[in-house]
């Protein structure tokens, strides 16, 4: 008789870690989609001003925040023995930004709508810097806590439940922005951020609970000048992760669109605000369902097969958004539906290729390096606002479909699969 298999062996507090990590990611989730940067701030936003440039300003600030002080925090993060502490604080400051947003909303919406506006995206542009140094703690932490092979089903497990909060969240935001004689603006916006708060507070407690793994000994990062030097040497000797930064970057410039469908659709098919809660279900139903291919695609054919999924359903949801009629507008669900599965893929696809393919020590820099790299496309919300001042969107989102339809090509012909490649890595 063959030999049984050994069993598979877990880091410390493995169990435990992936509960709790459950409970942060899940409400994490549902008060994402609270404050979705796709459907409730962009109504914000246009509640406050009419300008659309200032809805591809919110999404270009995000887009810049979660990327600029991502090298440095390697830096930081490399010389710490625990990285938990940072990350707790990042997650403190986001729940009371939403509380304090949620207050300033209902006090001046109406009276000091300039205010508002000013407050949102400040605090707006300040947790999403916040967000993208919490961005590489998490992927540290979570890469030593969930080994390779069950990262699939945790980062699946943890976005089907969540989205399905989150859908139950779309159907809140329904309710409280479709009866605007119970809940008049601001009033209605206002219980939006508040829910939001909430929902991130007990994230919070989630992520609290979480053991840390050991960190590595050896650093990768000995001073801070060495930062731009290593990710210059890691960039050039990865033809791997060159592929991969061309094919995230087409599927950035897809995604960065996405805020704008929200907008087309009040502004050009006549879609009553409550709507963007039913639009709001609807994108998080498509992640829920669709996480279940991802993670099952992730596990078992790699993370490529996911990116290449992602690309080409981004592409069919600005095809959609392009081709819906305004006399055919209940067909504009669909969009969201396909948006809400291409976000959830790329959580799923681009976080963990790029664990595999850098080592413990270098992790914190390639996950950095892969990021901060992307930063000339955070600005593509922002010109695609202006842009929109004189282009239709129907024309900018049948760009939008050429570019992902570019970003599945190249990921099924050039984009390695780290498991089957033992070149594609990301180390030195």
């Known amino acids: 008789m063959p030999p049984s298999p050994a069993p598979e062996q877990f880091p410390p507090h493995y169990r435990r870690n992936f509960i709790a990590g459950l409970i942060h990611g899940v409400f994490f989730q549902a008060s994402a989609a609270l404050s979705s ?3 409730v701030l962009p109504s914000l936003v246009a509640a406050l001003t009419p300008a659309a440039s200032a809805v591809g300003l919110m999404a270009t600030l995000q887009s810049i925040g979660q990327v600029i002080p991502q090298l440095y925090t390697a830096y930081i993060v490399d010389g710490l023995k625990r990285r938990k502490p940072l990350l707790l604080g990042i997650i403190t400051f986001r729940f009371l930004s939403f509380g304090l947003l949620a207050w300033m909303v209902y006090a001046y919406g109406l009276s000091n709508p300039t205010l508002v506006l000013i407050a949102l995206l400040s605090l707006f542009g300040a947790f999403s810097f916040l967000g993208g140094m919490g961005s590489v703690v998490y ?3 979570f890469a030593r806590a969930i080994p390779a092979r069950r990262r699939g089903r945790f980062a699946g497990s943890k976005q089907l439940i969540g989205y399905t909060l989150a859908v139950l969240a779309g159907y809140f935001v329904k309710m409280v922005l479709g009866d605007p004689v119970r809940f008049p603006f601001p009033v209605n916006f206002a219980i939006i951020l508040g829910a939001s708060s909430v929902t991130l507070a007990i994230a919070l407690i989630g992520f609290a609970l979480i053991k840390e793994p050991p960190t590595p000994e050896r650093r990768v990062l000995k001073h801070r000048n060495a930062i731009w030097g290593t990710a210059v040497m890691l960039f050039k000797s990865s033809r791997s ?3 991969l930064l061309v094919v995230q970057s087409l599927i950035m410039l897809n995604l960065a669109i996405a805020p704008f469908f929200v907008v087309h659709a009040k502004q050009d098919l006549g879609i009553p605000l409550g709507t963007v809660g039913i639009y709001l279900s609807l994108q998080m139903g498509g992640a829920a369902i669709s996480n279940v291919l991802w993670a099952w695609l992730s596990d078992h054919h790699g993370n490529r097969s996911v990116i290449a999924g992602i690309a080409f359903v981004a592409m069919l949801a600005t095809f959609l958004a392009w081709l819906t009629p305004a006399s055919q507008g209940w ?7 396909l948006l809400g599965s291409a976000i959830s893929g790329s959580s799923v696809g681009f976080a963990n290729i790029i664990l595999e393919m850098a080592d413990e020590a270098t992790r914190p820099v390639c996950v ?3 990021n901060t790299a992307l930063l000339p496309i955070a600005f593509a919300p922002l010109i695609i606002g202006l842009l929109a001042h ?6 900018l989102f049948a760009i939008a479909a050429g570019v992902a339809l570019l970003a599945f090509i190249l990921g099924i012909w050039k984009l390695p699969e780290p498991r089957n490649d033992p070149d594609a890595v990301c180390s030195l």
Not at 331 to 337: A, C, R
């Open 37 to 39: 940067i796709h459907t």
């Open 139 to 141: 992927a540290d932490i």
């Open 241 to 243: 992760l060159q592929w």
């Open 331 to 337: 067909l504009y669900g669909g969009v969201f539906i």
């Open 368 to 370: 950095a390096l892969r």
């Open 390 to 395: 004189w282009f239709s969107y129907h024309f």
